[in-house]
Protein backbone atom coordinates (compact mmCIF):
# COMPACT_ATOMS: atom_id res chain seq x y z
CA UNK A 1 0.00 0.00 0.00
CA UNK A 2 0.99 3.26 -0.41
CA UNK A 3 2.01 5.90 2.01
CA UNK A 4 2.55 9.55 0.53
CA UNK A 5 4.09 12.08 2.55
CA UNK A 6 3.21 15.37 1.93
CA UNK A 7 6.10 17.87 2.80
CA UNK A 8 4.75 20.38 5.35
CA UNK A 9 7.17 23.56 5.46
CA UNK A 10 4.98 25.86 6.28
CA UNK A 11 4.41 27.26 2.84
CA UNK A 12 0.76 26.91 1.40
CA UNK A 13 -2.24 25.35 0.90
CA UNK A 14 -1.20 21.21 1.76
CA UNK A 15 -4.91 20.34 2.65
CA UNK A 16 -5.64 20.86 -1.22
CA UNK A 17 -3.00 18.43 -1.79
CA UNK A 18 -3.79 16.05 0.77
CA UNK A 19 -7.34 16.45 -0.42
CA UNK A 20 -6.83 15.88 -3.47
CA UNK A 21 -4.61 12.88 -2.82
CA UNK A 22 -6.90 11.11 -0.85
CA UNK A 23 -9.74 11.55 -3.49
CA UNK A 24 -7.89 9.91 -5.92
CA UNK A 25 -5.94 6.94 -3.90
CA UNK A 26 -8.48 6.57 -1.21
CA UNK A 27 -6.01 2.95 -0.21
CA UNK A 28 -3.21 5.11 -0.16
CA UNK A 29 -2.21 6.57 3.38
CA UNK A 30 -1.82 10.38 3.22
CA UNK A 31 -0.02 12.00 5.93
CA UNK A 32 0.89 16.27 5.81
CA UNK A 33 4.47 16.28 7.67
CA UNK A 34 7.91 17.33 8.15
CA UNK A 35 9.22 14.52 10.57
CA UNK A 36 12.17 12.63 9.47
CA UNK A 37 10.11 9.57 10.36
CA UNK A 38 7.29 10.18 8.14
CA UNK A 39 9.67 11.33 5.27
CA UNK A 40 11.43 7.95 5.48
CA UNK A 41 8.96 5.66 6.18
CA UNK A 42 6.57 7.22 3.21
CA UNK A 43 6.90 5.31 -0.51
CA UNK A 44 5.73 8.24 -2.14
CA UNK A 45 7.14 12.17 -1.52
CA UNK A 46 4.83 15.19 -2.43
CA UNK A 47 6.65 18.44 -2.92
CA UNK A 48 3.87 21.12 -2.91
CA UNK A 49 4.81 25.21 -1.92
CA UNK A 50 3.15 28.40 -2.87
CA UNK A 51 4.45 31.94 -1.42
CA UNK A 52 8.41 33.29 -1.86
CA UNK A 53 11.31 31.23 -2.50
CA UNK A 54 13.10 32.44 0.28
CA UNK A 55 11.33 31.91 2.44
CA UNK A 56 10.53 28.36 1.38
CA UNK A 57 14.00 26.92 1.66
CA UNK A 58 15.19 28.86 5.29
CA UNK A 59 11.74 26.89 6.34
CA UNK A 60 13.44 23.82 4.96
CA UNK A 61 16.33 24.43 6.34
CA UNK A 62 15.01 25.10 9.74
CA UNK A 63 13.14 22.30 9.84
CA UNK A 64 16.29 20.09 8.86
CA UNK A 65 14.21 19.02 5.69
CA UNK A 66 17.26 19.83 2.81
CA UNK A 67 19.08 16.57 3.40
CA UNK A 68 16.43 14.54 3.94
CA UNK A 69 14.57 15.64 0.60
CA UNK A 70 17.58 15.48 -1.30
CA UNK A 71 18.04 11.98 0.08
CA UNK A 72 14.48 10.93 -0.55
CA UNK A 73 14.84 12.39 -3.81
CA UNK A 74 17.50 9.83 -5.18
CA UNK A 75 15.39 6.61 -4.05
CA UNK A 76 11.65 6.49 -3.84
CA UNK A 77 9.03 8.47 -6.44
CA UNK A 78 9.01 11.75 -5.85
CA UNK A 79 6.45 14.36 -7.15
CA UNK A 80 7.29 18.81 -6.71
CA UNK A 81 4.74 21.18 -6.90
CA UNK A 82 4.87 25.07 -8.28
CA UNK A 83 7.09 26.74 -5.80
CA UNK A 84 8.36 22.87 -4.84
CA UNK A 85 9.65 22.39 -8.31
CA UNK A 86 11.37 26.04 -8.15
CA UNK A 87 12.88 25.01 -5.25
CA UNK A 88 14.53 21.91 -6.95
CA UNK A 89 16.36 23.83 -9.20
CA UNK A 90 20.34 25.45 -8.85
CA UNK A 91 19.19 28.50 -8.39
CA UNK A 92 16.10 31.21 -8.57
CA UNK A 93 16.50 34.64 -8.89
CA UNK A 94 13.20 35.80 -6.74
CA UNK A 95 13.85 37.73 -3.90
CA UNK A 96 17.78 39.23 -5.52
CA UNK A 97 18.58 35.32 -5.94
CA UNK A 98 18.50 31.83 -3.95
CA UNK A 99 20.25 28.90 -3.96
CA UNK A 100 17.87 25.77 -4.33
CA UNK A 101 18.44 22.26 -3.60
CA UNK A 102 19.96 21.45 -7.14
CA UNK A 103 17.93 18.26 -8.06
CA UNK A 104 17.55 20.11 -11.38
CA UNK A 105 20.51 21.91 -13.15
CA UNK A 106 19.07 25.00 -14.15
CA UNK A 107 17.85 28.71 -13.31
CA UNK A 108 14.12 30.05 -12.13
CA UNK A 109 13.62 33.30 -13.98
CA UNK A 110 11.00 36.16 -13.93
CA UNK A 111 8.44 36.18 -16.79
CA UNK A 112 10.35 39.34 -17.80
CA UNK A 113 9.56 38.96 -21.54
CA UNK A 114 5.51 38.22 -20.63
CA UNK A 115 5.54 41.77 -18.55
CA UNK A 116 7.03 43.69 -21.26
CA UNK A 117 4.54 41.87 -23.88
CA UNK A 118 1.53 43.21 -21.70
CA UNK A 119 0.64 40.16 -20.45
CA UNK A 120 -0.45 39.67 -17.13
CA UNK A 121 1.79 38.34 -14.40
CA UNK A 122 1.52 36.09 -12.16
CA UNK A 123 0.28 33.73 -15.20
CA UNK A 124 -2.74 32.88 -13.59
CA UNK A 125 -4.91 30.42 -15.05
CA UNK A 126 -5.10 27.19 -17.04
CA UNK A 127 -2.74 26.94 -20.04
CA UNK A 128 -2.08 23.59 -22.32
CA UNK A 129 0.48 21.56 -21.63
CA UNK A 130 2.32 19.97 -24.59
CA UNK A 131 4.05 16.24 -23.68
CA UNK A 132 7.82 16.49 -24.44
CA UNK A 133 8.50 12.96 -23.69
CA UNK A 134 6.63 9.80 -23.12
CA UNK A 135 6.27 9.48 -19.45
CA UNK A 136 4.05 6.99 -16.87
CA UNK A 137 3.16 10.37 -15.37
CA UNK A 138 1.10 11.29 -18.54
CA UNK A 139 -0.85 7.97 -18.67
CA UNK A 140 -4.21 8.45 -19.73
CA UNK A 141 -3.88 12.38 -20.20
CA UNK A 142 -4.94 13.89 -24.01
CA UNK A 143 -1.50 15.72 -25.17
CA UNK A 144 -2.16 19.91 -24.63
CA UNK A 145 -4.91 19.31 -22.07
CA UNK A 146 -5.11 22.59 -19.73
CA UNK A 147 -3.59 22.85 -16.11
CA UNK A 148 -4.05 25.10 -13.64
CA UNK A 149 -1.09 27.90 -13.20
CA UNK A 150 -0.69 30.53 -10.86
CA UNK A 151 3.34 31.72 -10.38
CA UNK A 152 5.49 34.63 -11.71
CA UNK A 153 8.79 32.59 -11.87
CA UNK A 154 9.57 29.60 -14.16
CA UNK A 155 12.27 26.85 -14.31
CA UNK A 156 14.39 27.29 -17.07
CA UNK A 157 16.43 23.65 -17.12
CA UNK A 158 20.04 23.32 -18.69
CA UNK A 159 18.92 19.89 -20.04
CA UNK A 160 16.48 19.98 -22.58
CA UNK A 161 16.21 16.69 -22.03
CA UNK A 162 14.68 16.38 -18.01
CA UNK A 163 11.89 18.39 -19.58
CA UNK A 164 8.91 16.54 -19.58
CA UNK A 165 6.29 18.99 -20.90
CA UNK A 166 6.19 22.74 -21.73
CA UNK A 167 3.68 25.95 -22.26
CA UNK A 168 3.94 29.12 -23.68
CA UNK A 169 3.37 32.42 -22.01
CA UNK A 170 5.43 35.03 -24.15
CA UNK A 171 7.41 32.22 -25.25
CA UNK A 172 7.43 28.76 -24.53
CA UNK A 173 8.61 27.41 -20.97
CA UNK A 174 8.96 24.35 -18.69
CA UNK A 175 5.91 23.02 -17.17
CA UNK A 176 7.21 19.84 -16.05
CA UNK A 177 10.57 18.19 -15.53
CA UNK A 178 11.70 14.62 -15.01
CA UNK A 179 14.38 12.66 -14.62
CA UNK A 180 14.72 8.91 -12.81
CA UNK A 181 12.01 8.51 -9.96
CA UNK A 182 11.56 12.43 -10.04
CA UNK A 183 8.72 14.22 -11.51
CA UNK A 184 7.78 18.01 -11.15
CA UNK A 185 5.33 20.50 -12.18
CA UNK A 186 4.98 23.98 -11.91
CA UNK A 187 1.48 23.62 -12.40
CA UNK A 188 -1.46 22.65 -9.95
CA UNK A 189 -2.77 19.13 -10.40
CA UNK A 190 -4.67 19.08 -7.15
CA UNK A 191 -6.74 22.08 -8.71
CA UNK A 192 -6.89 20.87 -12.42
CA UNK A 193 -9.94 18.68 -12.28
CA UNK A 194 -10.04 16.01 -14.23
CA UNK A 195 -6.48 16.31 -15.50
CA UNK A 196 -4.49 16.52 -12.96
CA UNK A 197 -6.64 14.47 -10.63
CA UNK A 198 -5.78 11.85 -13.14
CA UNK A 199 -1.76 12.90 -12.57
CA UNK A 200 -1.89 12.46 -9.19
CA UNK A 201 -3.68 9.43 -9.44
CA UNK A 202 -0.78 8.01 -11.53
CA UNK A 203 1.99 9.59 -9.03
CA UNK A 204 0.34 7.38 -6.55
CA UNK A 205 0.70 4.14 -8.49
CA UNK A 206 3.95 5.05 -9.98
CA UNK A 207 7.04 2.60 -9.13
CA UNK A 208 9.42 5.09 -9.80
CA UNK A 209 10.60 3.75 -12.82
CA UNK A 210 10.34 5.39 -16.50
CA UNK B 1 -2.73 28.69 -28.22
CA UNK B 2 -1.99 30.22 -25.11
CA UNK B 3 -3.69 30.92 -21.60
CA UNK B 4 -7.71 30.68 -21.51
CA UNK B 5 -9.65 33.51 -20.23
CA UNK B 6 -11.71 31.96 -17.41
CA UNK B 7 -15.59 32.02 -16.30
CA UNK B 8 -16.22 31.98 -12.53
CA UNK B 9 -19.33 31.55 -10.74
CA UNK B 10 -20.27 33.12 -7.87
CA UNK B 11 -21.74 31.60 -5.01
CA UNK B 12 -23.16 34.85 -2.79
CA UNK B 13 -23.01 32.56 1.09
CA UNK B 14 -25.56 33.56 4.13
CA UNK B 15 -25.75 30.98 6.85
CA UNK B 16 -24.79 27.94 4.73
CA UNK B 17 -26.83 28.84 1.31
CA UNK B 18 -26.36 30.45 -1.29
CA UNK B 19 -28.19 33.40 -2.47
CA UNK B 20 -28.70 35.80 -4.74
CA UNK B 21 -29.98 39.29 -4.32
CA UNK B 22 -30.13 42.65 -6.67
CA UNK B 23 -27.79 45.53 -5.85
CA UNK B 24 -27.71 43.61 -2.35
CA UNK B 25 -31.59 43.49 -1.56
CA UNK B 26 -34.27 41.06 -2.61
CA UNK B 27 -32.28 37.60 -1.74
CA UNK B 28 -33.12 34.63 -3.12
CA UNK B 29 -32.40 30.97 -2.04
CA UNK B 30 -29.96 29.37 -4.77
CA UNK B 31 -29.46 26.09 -2.81
CA UNK B 32 -26.62 23.92 -1.47
CA UNK B 33 -23.45 25.83 -1.69
CA UNK B 34 -21.62 22.04 -2.19
CA UNK B 35 -24.57 21.09 -4.58
CA UNK B 36 -23.95 24.24 -6.63
CA UNK B 37 -20.19 24.29 -6.65
CA UNK B 38 -20.33 20.38 -7.88
CA UNK B 39 -22.88 21.52 -10.26
CA UNK B 40 -20.53 24.39 -11.51
CA UNK B 41 -17.29 21.94 -11.75
CA UNK B 42 -18.92 19.41 -13.73
CA UNK B 43 -20.36 22.29 -16.70
CA UNK B 44 -16.50 22.71 -16.73
CA UNK B 45 -16.37 26.27 -14.11
CA UNK B 46 -12.37 27.57 -14.35
CA UNK B 47 -12.92 28.73 -10.94
CA UNK B 48 -15.56 29.29 -7.78
CA UNK B 49 -15.67 32.28 -5.91
CA UNK B 50 -17.69 32.23 -2.74
CA UNK B 51 -18.65 35.29 -1.01
CA UNK B 52 -19.36 35.42 3.00
CA UNK B 53 -22.47 38.58 2.56
CA UNK B 54 -23.45 38.58 6.28
CA UNK B 55 -20.13 37.75 7.80
CA UNK B 56 -20.83 37.54 11.34
CA UNK B 57 -18.46 35.08 13.90
CA UNK B 58 -21.60 32.94 14.01
CA UNK B 59 -21.60 32.40 10.27
CA UNK B 60 -17.62 32.29 10.18
CA UNK B 61 -17.79 28.70 10.95
CA UNK B 62 -20.25 28.12 8.80
CA UNK B 63 -18.13 29.20 6.03
CA UNK B 64 -15.43 27.07 7.00
CA UNK B 65 -17.64 24.01 6.85
CA UNK B 66 -18.99 25.07 3.18
CA UNK B 67 -15.40 25.35 2.22
CA UNK B 68 -13.78 22.21 3.54
CA UNK B 69 -17.12 20.49 2.10
CA UNK B 70 -16.45 21.65 -1.51
CA UNK B 71 -12.87 21.92 -1.57
CA UNK B 72 -12.99 17.84 -0.34
CA UNK B 73 -15.40 17.09 -3.88
CA UNK B 74 -14.24 20.15 -5.93
CA UNK B 75 -10.76 20.15 -7.29
CA UNK B 76 -10.52 24.01 -8.87
CA UNK B 77 -9.42 26.74 -7.58
CA UNK B 78 -11.44 28.22 -4.77
CA UNK B 79 -11.75 31.84 -3.82
CA UNK B 80 -13.40 33.10 -0.34
CA UNK B 81 -13.98 36.80 0.31
CA UNK B 82 -16.33 38.63 2.67
CA UNK B 83 -15.11 39.58 6.16
CA UNK B 84 -11.25 38.53 5.57
CA UNK B 85 -10.20 41.31 8.37
CA UNK B 86 -7.06 39.22 10.06
CA UNK B 87 -4.03 37.12 9.31
CA UNK B 88 -5.55 34.26 11.29
CA UNK B 89 -8.46 35.08 9.35
CA UNK B 90 -6.43 33.94 5.81
CA UNK B 91 -4.93 31.08 7.49
CA UNK B 92 -7.99 29.19 8.87
CA UNK B 93 -10.15 29.70 4.87
CA UNK B 94 -6.40 28.94 3.74
CA UNK B 95 -6.86 25.61 5.84
CA UNK B 96 -10.57 24.97 5.19
CA UNK B 97 -9.40 24.22 1.51
CA UNK B 98 -9.66 27.94 -0.09
CA UNK B 99 -6.61 28.59 -2.24
CA UNK B 100 -7.24 32.55 -2.25
CA UNK B 101 -8.85 34.90 0.05
CA UNK B 102 -10.63 38.13 -1.08
CA UNK B 103 -10.12 41.34 1.19
CA UNK B 104 -12.16 44.33 0.51
CA UNK B 105 -13.27 46.40 3.45
CA UNK B 106 -10.15 45.33 5.50
CA UNK B 107 -7.66 46.70 3.35
CA UNK B 108 -9.05 50.01 2.67
CA UNK B 109 -9.30 50.16 6.55
CA UNK B 110 -5.43 49.17 6.97
CA UNK B 111 -3.32 48.92 3.26
CA UNK B 112 -0.61 47.70 4.93
CA UNK B 113 -3.27 44.64 5.60
CA UNK B 114 -2.43 43.53 2.02
CA UNK B 115 1.06 43.94 2.41
CA UNK B 116 1.31 41.77 5.13
CA UNK B 117 -1.03 39.31 3.64
CA UNK B 118 0.92 38.66 0.68
CA UNK B 119 4.19 38.63 2.41
CA UNK B 120 2.71 35.98 4.74
CA UNK B 121 1.07 33.49 2.21
CA UNK B 122 1.81 35.14 -1.38
CA UNK B 123 0.59 36.95 -3.93
CA UNK B 124 -0.89 34.45 -5.73
CA UNK B 125 -3.57 33.71 -3.05
CA UNK B 126 -4.62 37.21 -1.90
CA UNK B 127 -7.19 38.66 -4.42
CA UNK B 128 -7.88 42.38 -3.54
CA UNK B 129 -11.65 43.11 -4.42
CA UNK B 130 -12.78 46.61 -5.51
CA UNK B 131 -16.33 47.64 -5.51
CA UNK B 132 -16.49 50.82 -7.56
CA UNK B 133 -19.13 53.58 -8.35
CA UNK B 134 -19.25 56.01 -11.60
CA UNK B 135 -19.08 59.56 -9.48
CA UNK B 136 -18.21 61.84 -12.76
CA UNK B 137 -21.03 63.79 -14.68
CA UNK B 138 -21.93 62.72 -18.37
CA UNK B 139 -19.51 65.14 -19.34
CA UNK B 140 -16.83 64.50 -17.43
CA UNK B 141 -13.97 61.82 -18.06
CA UNK B 142 -14.87 58.60 -16.07
CA UNK B 143 -14.06 58.44 -12.83
CA UNK B 144 -15.01 55.95 -10.47
CA UNK B 145 -14.77 56.21 -6.31
CA UNK B 146 -14.43 53.08 -3.53
CA UNK B 147 -17.31 51.76 -1.66
CA UNK B 148 -17.36 49.87 1.06
CA UNK B 149 -20.01 48.12 3.32
CA UNK B 150 -21.99 46.63 0.32
CA UNK B 151 -22.03 50.25 -1.45
CA UNK B 152 -23.01 51.88 1.25
CA UNK B 153 -20.27 53.76 2.58
CA UNK B 154 -18.43 56.19 -0.03
CA UNK B 155 -14.30 56.37 1.07
CA UNK B 156 -13.15 59.21 -1.75
CA UNK B 157 -10.54 56.76 -3.09
CA UNK B 158 -10.38 56.36 -6.84
CA UNK B 159 -10.57 53.52 -8.18
CA UNK B 160 -7.78 52.90 -10.99
CA UNK B 161 -5.66 54.65 -8.31
CA UNK B 162 -6.70 52.33 -5.56
CA UNK B 163 -6.28 49.12 -7.78
CA UNK B 164 -2.66 50.22 -8.65
CA UNK B 165 -1.75 50.80 -5.11
CA UNK B 166 -3.25 47.14 -4.23
CA UNK B 167 -1.07 45.41 -6.61
CA UNK B 168 1.90 47.29 -5.18
CA UNK B 169 1.69 46.16 -1.58
CA UNK B 170 1.11 42.57 -3.40
CA UNK B 171 -2.49 41.40 -4.55
CA UNK B 172 -2.34 39.10 -7.03
CA UNK B 173 -5.56 39.81 -8.54
CA UNK B 174 -8.21 42.25 -8.85
CA UNK B 175 -11.89 41.34 -8.31
CA UNK B 176 -13.58 44.35 -9.81
CA UNK B 177 -17.16 45.26 -9.03
CA UNK B 178 -19.27 48.24 -10.51
CA UNK B 179 -21.70 48.64 -8.12
CA UNK B 180 -23.44 50.86 -10.60
CA UNK B 181 -24.31 47.42 -12.90
CA UNK B 182 -24.35 45.09 -9.90
CA UNK B 183 -28.03 43.03 -10.12
CA UNK B 184 -29.24 45.61 -13.38
CA UNK B 185 -28.15 42.30 -15.71
CA UNK B 186 -27.48 45.15 -18.14
CA UNK B 187 -23.61 44.08 -19.09
CA UNK B 188 -20.05 45.02 -17.01
CA UNK B 189 -19.09 48.72 -16.56
CA UNK B 190 -17.05 48.37 -19.29
CA UNK B 191 -15.01 51.51 -19.51
CA UNK B 192 -14.30 50.63 -15.83
CA UNK B 193 -13.09 47.18 -16.43
CA UNK B 194 -11.05 48.49 -18.94
CA UNK B 195 -9.43 51.66 -16.96
CA UNK B 196 -8.43 49.30 -14.31
CA UNK B 197 -7.51 46.40 -16.13
CA UNK B 198 -4.91 48.51 -18.37
CA UNK B 199 -3.28 50.43 -15.37
CA UNK B 200 -2.18 46.79 -13.72
CA UNK B 201 -0.28 43.76 -14.27
CA UNK B 202 -2.05 41.84 -12.17
CA UNK B 203 -5.00 39.62 -14.03
CA UNK B 204 -8.84 41.34 -13.50
CA UNK B 205 -11.83 39.93 -12.95
CA UNK B 206 -15.06 41.73 -14.27
CA UNK B 207 -17.82 41.48 -11.92
CA UNK B 208 -20.88 43.31 -11.76
CA UNK B 209 -24.14 43.20 -14.10
CA UNK B 210 -24.11 40.13 -16.42
CA UNK B 211 -27.73 39.57 -17.80
CA UNK B 212 -26.65 37.65 -20.43
CA UNK B 213 -23.73 35.27 -22.63
CA UNK B 214 -22.73 38.16 -24.61
CA UNK B 215 -21.75 40.28 -21.48
CA UNK B 216 -19.29 37.82 -20.69
CA UNK B 217 -17.73 38.13 -23.73
CA UNK B 218 -17.92 41.61 -23.98
CA UNK B 219 -16.32 41.93 -20.46
CA UNK B 220 -13.23 40.03 -22.40
CA UNK B 221 -13.04 41.76 -25.56
CA UNK B 222 -14.10 45.36 -24.56
CA UNK B 223 -13.19 45.27 -20.73
CA UNK B 224 -10.14 43.89 -21.68
CA UNK B 225 -10.78 41.35 -18.02
CA UNK B 226 -8.84 38.49 -17.39
CA UNK B 227 -11.70 36.61 -15.80
CA UNK B 228 -15.84 37.41 -15.83
CA UNK B 229 -17.35 36.59 -12.95
CA UNK B 230 -21.12 35.83 -12.91
CA UNK B 231 -23.84 35.05 -10.20
CA UNK B 232 -27.63 35.08 -11.23
CA UNK B 233 -27.40 33.58 -14.86
CA UNK B 234 -26.00 30.64 -13.78
CA UNK B 235 -28.29 29.97 -10.68
CA UNK B 236 -31.43 30.10 -11.77
CA UNK B 237 -30.48 27.81 -14.81
CA UNK B 238 -30.79 30.51 -17.65
CA UNK B 239 -27.15 29.26 -18.63
CA UNK B 240 -24.84 26.70 -18.32
CA UNK B 241 -20.86 27.69 -17.86
CA UNK B 242 -20.46 25.44 -21.11
CA UNK B 243 -22.86 27.82 -22.75
CA UNK B 244 -20.73 30.81 -21.98
CA UNK B 245 -17.49 29.00 -23.06
CA UNK B 246 -19.26 28.22 -26.58
CA UNK B 247 -20.59 31.81 -26.92
CA UNK B 248 -16.84 33.10 -25.98
CA UNK B 249 -15.11 30.62 -28.39
CA UNK B 250 -17.01 31.58 -31.35
CA UNK B 251 -16.09 35.05 -30.86
CA UNK B 252 -12.46 34.38 -30.92
CA UNK B 253 -11.62 34.00 -27.23
CA UNK B 254 -9.06 31.46 -25.75
CA UNK B 255 -11.21 29.20 -23.25
CA UNK B 256 -10.97 25.73 -21.41
CA UNK B 257 -13.45 23.59 -23.19
Known sequence: MSRIAVIDYGMGNLRSVSKALENVAPDAQVVVSAEAAEIQAASHIVFPGVGAIRDCMSELQSRDLLGLLKQAASEKPFLGICLGMQAMLSFSEENNGVTGLGLFSGQVRYFKQAAAAGLKVPHMGWNQVYQRQAHPLWQGIADTSRFYFVHSYYADPDKTVEIAGESSYAHSFTAALARDNIFAVQFHPEKSQHAGLQLLKNFVQWDGQV | ?????????????????????????????????????????????????????????????????????????????????????????????????ADKVGINSAAVKRPEFVREAAEKFGSQCIVVAIDAKRVSAENEPPRWEIFTHGGRQATGLDAVEWAKKMVAFGAGEILLTSMDKDGTRSGFDLELTRAVSEAVIVPVIASGGVGGLQDLADGILEGHADAVLAASIFHFGQHTVGEAKKKMAEQGIEVRL
Open chain 2, 1 to 97: MALAKRIIPCLDVDAGRVVKGVQFVDIRDAGDPVEVAKRYDQQGADELTFLDITATHDNRDTMHHVVEAVASQVFIPLTVGGGIRTVADIRKMLNAG
